[in-house]
């Protein structure tokens, strides 16, 4: 039924990844013809939201395939709940009627069999990320103009785990005025701190920091007087770091973090509506709106490329027993044959990742939050560990739920390295669901190990001319790194082209023969006509 | 019905119309039913037999004046995407109406039609307003969804139902204007942003300036 | 190639974007003139409403098309007898279109003004509503004083309560507390909501320890805004005072009382009685300031006043048990002086929050020892807390801050003039000096609490940084004999007021102008030296 696809294309994407895409909408952007493939039957490829039926299906693919384990491995799912919801739940005396009335709504008891009736209403992330209000990606969505597309939330609050609890980390100055975590002293500190940072440029930077580049960013908040309090806020939660974190380094994660503020929200993140999962479709649907062809379902078996005339060289891809030929292919790291990789490669650092579902939000608050938690590491050996907790009102989940992604740099395997941080912010006994605890009850849980493609296409490098690898999702809170390779694979392919110039506005788009009005439309009030139009 | 291209809104006595809700609708259907005929038809009045893919147009808008509000149309075509089947869900996520095209001289995109109502039913907002186009009615001769059939099935599903003509403009703006009469004009219903996905979500955009209090400076 | 999009080039862009300014500007135009016609025409119609809103709708400050409407509006609300749909729908478009107007310029006066007229002349007006679309501009642009004045009047109609008033500054300071208009009408409210009303104090104790640590916290966040330090002067400020008879001096040949504030005629007749030997006396009060609140009243009667008389004066204070002050003799005159005392009065609570202040700003200055904005808390803190006992620590502080805040030195010097000037009258007062005389190092550049020394015969102002600034402060000095103002900065004689000298002593002010003083001296029938 795909066989009235065209078969000649300048450019071939294979796979609907962050890099893949943002590639696919440049090229089709500039007027190249594009050829935009995926083998799987949804968009996103390693950087997917699944819905609750999608990711069991997810789950059990990769577990029956030791080729898709090269990129996801160990996973491990896990039920706290029942099956079914016990039928024996309504209780019919009077007494609690009345309770009730005044009390809050009994909560809910969730069985599996809910979470299976519900599946539609779960958008889960597999590559879970952040925007930085200031970010590049961010920039890039709207200087494209594609952020039309997407709809965002803004991250409500930035947390830490501080002296064994939950703390709000204040990070802007509204934040610093109105917390009570910190003593007066301290506030005069840390906005100084903050400011200082803030105010250098590149060199006074480098001047500043010219003696501190075998320091550790720890020992530079030290000399600078800062209490353990401060430096645990503006170390582990600001920056983002850990004890080892360089001096020069978490200046710069903080300036990150701290030109990011006030541009949306009260922090400096935001979180697209649906999952990250829907970026990718965003940089698609302008390729496709400049043209670009779409085709899912659609594996390829083979990629040859060969020299035609003038030393040029044109890629052939066999699918579903069709020959598509193009001059630049552009392929996901995930659908990517193996004689194409370079053939070591780099050293890398693979993800430990953790999914959960939870009954409550970590740390209660007035409205819905959207939290960002950076817990430093609990031990000498393990990472820091990042925490993004979305609810309801991200399109994530059904009410009364939380979906809560752990990630962390891998140590032994996903469960190993994030179990212990899950067990100290939720309750995973399973157990009675109604019972109010101060912490949230985890429902299901999924481990999972995920590897760091970066080396095989950090350079966009393959092994055939032509071909461009991507890589697949990083650890990086945002999407910086997918940017700038999509950047790179884009100049290689289209030398001395603007990569994702702005793409009009509906206005100002004209169409050839614009000349007639449209039917019906009022005409201009003329100056001889001052009544109201009746109707 | 009076659509008004350009301009604030006016009201007697020169007060203007500062109630503007605008909203999100997506177009459904298969290939070459006439869907971007018809947004083109409502937006600029225009019709072309052998009408080109609309390239570069992420979406168009229409503004459609009601008795006491202004509703802004966001219009969104599928961009061709539909035609692998490749159409990605983001498309109609947050769109609070739906048209959903088929053409009446061709019983399979009726079925499919009817495919793509479920989806919305499944997948879309709850309380998105869905209308059903039966165009290319000008082609009444060759005829093979009868008006009935589709009436009845628009009827059991809670459907706004019209045959329309982008070639003639039979009932295209009759469509548009029956949509943004039943849409829900609450406040946050139909805000600024265009999307459905409710209070406190946003778009990005340029204009989103700093404000000088509000970061450390 | 039908339907295919273009996108406008940059140049067809502008292109087009001119000429749409052209034929804006040509409607404008012949809107303006059409308008003009109408009114000559006295037409005022419909559509002369319809045509002065499209002028507005995009030129907002325009005020006398505001006036046409409300013109036309009135003659409509003439016209008809009760307040038809009709009217009511004018007025609801007049609001819409205000409304508009405001999200276009939101600091337009005319288009505020136009909503309040509108709001106050038609029947029921819906100020809930009011309140509602205030808060909301005020989300946009929190600091935008046009917004809060007129926020101000919707408050003053629907009167919400002040709790929730209150909690609504908190929720504006929270969001950004640079905001002078929201820390101003916090202070308005907080008096109002939290009295202590048995200890006659402005602000309860806990409250006023909560704003404190709040403008504190401000303070400490960023102290450059300076929103939170107006605050702050005004809670320091925030305690118990009343007025207060200070010193009241009796001569043969004047009578004058003086008080810790300037107080009314009425107020001294109320409350103040002269009795000599145990008889009241009757008179009449003049103002010595010559204005209506006066610090020193004079007291006419016909009185003769000897040697060894008992002489009294009663003060009857609202509240408060009667007061005798007895005038004791010196020489000519009988002076009798009041306890006085410059120390703020706060209660225990709210004296140990300040005290954990200044421990933070000490520790802070551990730290910083320059910042200025530490500097000059402390010294307040320090003040209010006991200021006689840290006055030396306070002075060494300004003399600081002179030196390190040369743009400010003027006003440091007027605070250690002012508050050395307090500590010097409390020993004056105990020790019953007759004269005055700079007793401190510094030299002073003002003369605040002048009055207190209104007994004085002998002023000795010597070498000190007055200039002619000051001259019209020394009417309060009504029973001076002896002037010395030599070997200050003074420059002219304009504004010195007519006073009984015998000698006043102005050598050594290096531009006074000769000829100036030769005229002065032939105005006076005392001893002039220069």
């Given amino acids: 039924m795909d066989d009235d696809l065209p078969t000649d294309f300048q450019v071939i994407v294979v796979g609907t990844g962050m890099v893949e895409s943002i590639v696919a909408a440049a090229c089709s952007r500039i007027g190249k013809n594009v050829l935009h493939l995926d083998s799987s039957d949804h968009y996103g490829g390693l950087w997917a939201s699944y819905n609750f039926d999608g990711l069991q299906k997810f789950i059990k693919e990769v577990n029956s395939d030791p080729k898709r384990q090269q990129q996801v491995y160990n996973l491990s799912e896990k039920w706290y709940i029942e099956k079914e919801t016990p039928q024996e739940e309504k209780k019919e005396e009077g007494q609690d009627k009345t309770e009730d009335s005044k009390a809050e709504p009994p909560k809910k008891v969730w069985s599996q069999a809910n979470f299976t009736s519900e599946y539609r209403k779960f958008n889960i992330d597999m590559t879970p990320k952040l925007l930085f209000s200031r970010g590049p990606l961010v920039e890039l969505l709207i200087s494209s103009n594609i952020a039309r597309y997407a709809e965002f939330r803004c991250v409500t609050r930035v947390l830490t785990w501080l002296n064994d609890r939950l703390m709000p980390v204040p990070c802007s100055r509204a934040d610093v005025f109105a917390t009570e975590a910190v003593s007066i002293v301290e506030k005069r500190m840390l906005m100084k701190m903050l400011t200082s940072i803030v105010g250098y440029n590149e060199e006074e930077m480098n001047n500043e920091f010219k003696d501190w580049n075998d320091k550790t960013f720890k020992e530079y908040l030290t000399h600078k007087g800062l209490t353990p309090n401060l430096i645990h806020y503006v170390l582990y939660a600001i920056a983002g770091g850990t004890d080892k974190m360089p001096c020069l380094e978490g200046v710069k994660e903080c300036k990150k973090f701290l030109m990011s503020l006030g541009r949306y929200g009260n922090t400096p993140f935001l979180w697209p509506m649906y999952g990250s999962g829907e ?104 990472n820091a560990v990042t925490v993004l907790e979305v609810g309801p009102a991200t399109g994530s989940c059904p009410k009364g739920l939380f979906v809560v992604y752990f990630i962390t740099n891998k140590v032994k395997d996903a469960e190993s390295d994030l179990m212990p941080y899950a067990e100290k912010i939720f309750d995973m006994s399973g157990g009675d669901q109604t019972v109010t605890s101060d912490k949230p009850k985890c429902l299901w849980s999924l481990f999972y190990n995920a590897a760091d493609g970066g080396g095989a296409g950090s350079g966009a490098a393959s092994g055939a001319d032509g071909v461009f690898v991507c890589a697949g999702p990083d650890s990086g809170l945002d999407f910086d790194r997918a940017v700038s390779q999509a950047e790179e694979i884009f100049k290689q392919i289209c030398p001395g082209e603007e990569f994702l110039p702005r793409a009009p506005d509906p206005e100002e788009i004209v169409f050839e023969d614009d000349v007639t009005h449209g039917p019906e439309f009022r005409r201009e009030d003329d100056d001889a006509d001052g009544d109201a139009p009746k109707e | 019905m009076a659509t008004n291209r350009s301009g604030a809104a006016q009201r007697p006595n020169g007060a203007p119309q500062t109630k503007v809700c605008q909203f999100k609708l997506v177009l459904l259907g298969e290939s070459a039913v006439g869907k971007s005929s018809l947004v083109l038809r409502f937006v600029k009045g225009q019709f072309h037999e052998y009408q080109e893919s609309t390239i570069g147009a992420a979406f168009l808008t229409q503004t459609v004046c009601l008795d006491d509000i202004t509703v802004k149309f966001e219009i969104w075509d599928t961009a061709g995407q539909e035609r692998y089947h490749s159409l990605a869900p983001m498309y109609y996520r947050g769109a609070q109406a739906a048209i959903v095209v088929y053409d009446i001289t061709n019983q399979d995109t009726f079925g499919r039609a009817k495919n793509w109502v479920k989806e919305l039913q499944r997948q879309a907002s709850p309380s998105i307003v869905i209308a059903l186009a039966g165009n290319k009615s000008d082609l009444a001769a060759k005829r093979m969804v009868e008006f ?37 004009k609450s406040e946050s219903g139909g805000g600024g942003g265009g999307g459905g996905a409710g209070a406190g979500a946003r778009r990005l955009n340029d204009g989103d300036a700093p404000r000088a209090s509000s970061c450390c400076k | 190639m039908h339907g295919r999009v273009k996108v406008r080039t940059t140049e067809e862009e502008k292109a087009r974007k001119e000429k749409e300014k052209q034929e804006k500007l040509k409607v404008f135009k012949h809107a303006m003139q059409k308008i003009w016609d109408k009114r000559k025409k006295e037409e005022l119609d419909l559509e002369l409403m319809e045509l002065t809103g499209k002028v507005l709708t995009s030129n907002p400050d325009i005020y006398t098309l505001w006036n046409i409407r409300r013109e036309i509006l009135n003659i409509f609300r003439k016209d008809m007898e009760s307040e038809g749909q009709q009217l009511v729908d004018l007025y609801d478009a007049e609001l819409r279109l205000t409304e508009y107007c405001l999200k276009i310029n939101p600091k337009s006066y005319c288009a505020w003004h136009q909503r309040e007229w509108v709001l106050t002349t038609r029947s029921n007006p819906d100020w809930k509503t009011e309140l509602a679309l205030c808060n909301k501009y005020l989300k946009f642009d929190e600091r935008n004083f046009h917004t809060w004045d007129y926020r101000r009047f919707v408050i003053s109609q629907c009167k919400p309560s002040l709790k929730e008033e209150f909690d609504y500054t908190t929720e504006k300071l929270l969001d950004n507390f640079s905001n002078y208009s929201a820390w101003h009408y916090r202070s308005k409210i907080l008096v109002d909501l939290h009295p202590d009303l048995e200890a006659g104090r402005p602000i309860e104790d806990e409250h006023h320890k909560h704003e404190l640590k709040m403008v504190e916290s401000a303070a400490f966040t960023d102290p450059d805004d300076t929103s939170a330090w107006f605050y702050q002067r005004w809670l320091l400020g925030a305690v118990k005072t009343t007025v207060d008879l200070v010193v009241c001096t009796i001569s043969p040949l004047k009578t004058t009382v003086a008080f810790n504030e300037p107080v009314s005629k009425d107020y001294v007749q109320m409350t103040t009685n002269l009795l000599i030997n145990d008889v009241s006396v009757n008179g009449e009060w003049l103002p010595c300031e010559g204005k209506k609140y006066n610090n020193v009243w004079i007291f006419k009667h016909n009185e003769i006043i000897g040697d060894n008389f008992d002489i009294k004066v009663e003060y009857n204070r609202e509240n408060v048990d009667k007061l005798t002050i007895l005038c004791i ?26 005290k954990k202040q200044l421990d933070s700003c000490r520790q802070l200055l551990t730290m910083e020892p320059d910042n200025k904005w530490t500097l000059l808390t402390t010294t307040f803190l320090l003040h209010c807390i006991n200021a006689k006992h840290y006055h030396n620590e ?90 010395s103002l030599e070997n200050n900065n003074l420059t002219t004689l304009k504004g010195f007021p007519s006073l009984n000298l015998e000698e006043l002593n102005l050598r050594g002010n290096k531009d006074l102008d000769m000829k100036e003083v030769e005229i002065f001296k032939q105005q006076n029938n005392y001893n002039v030296i220069f």
């Fill in chain 1, 279 to 382: 970026l990718p479709q965003c940089f698609c649907r302008l390729c496709a709106v400049f043209g670009g062809v779409y085709c899912l379902n659609r594996p390829i078996d083979k990629v040859e490329t060969k020299t035609v005339d003038e030393g040029k060289t044109m890629v052939t891809i066999e699918s579903k027993s069709k020959t598509l030929n193009c001059d630049h292919l552009v392929i996901g790291i995930n659908e990517c044959p193996k004689e194409l990789l370079s053939p070591e490669p780099a050293e890398s650092c693979d993800i430990s990742k953790a999914i959960f579902i939870t009954n409550g939000t970590i740390l209660p608050s007035e409205k819905e939050p959207l939290s960002l938690l950076r817990f430093p590491p609990l031990t000498e050996e393990d």
């Fill in chain 2, 148 to 184: 009935e059939e589709a009436q009845a099935y628009a009827d059991e599903n809670g459907l706004l139902f019209m045959e329309t003509s982008a070639k003639t403009a039979m009932n295209v703006n009759d469509i548009f204007l029956a949509i943004a009469n039943k849409l829900p």
């Fill in chain 3, 329 to 354: 003799q010196k020489n000519s005159l009988y002076i009798g002086r009041n306890n006085i005392s410059f120390q703020r009065k706060y209660s225990e609570p709210v004296i140990k929050e300040l």
């Fill in chain 3, 394 to 483: 306070v002075i060494d502080i300004l003399k600081t801050l002179q030196i390190k805040d040369k743009m400010h030195a003027g006003y440091y010097g007027d605070l250690i003039t002012k508050w050395s000037i307090e500590l010097q009258l409390e020993d004056d007062y105990r020790n019953e000096e007759l004269e005055l005389k700079v007793k401190f190092a510094e030299k002073i550049s003002s003369l605040p609490h002048l009055h207190y020394y209104s007994f004085c015969e002998n002023v000795n102002l010597f070498n000190q940084n007055l200039t002619s600034r000051v001259l019209s402060t020394l009417s309060v000095l009504q029973h001076c004999k002896k002037l």
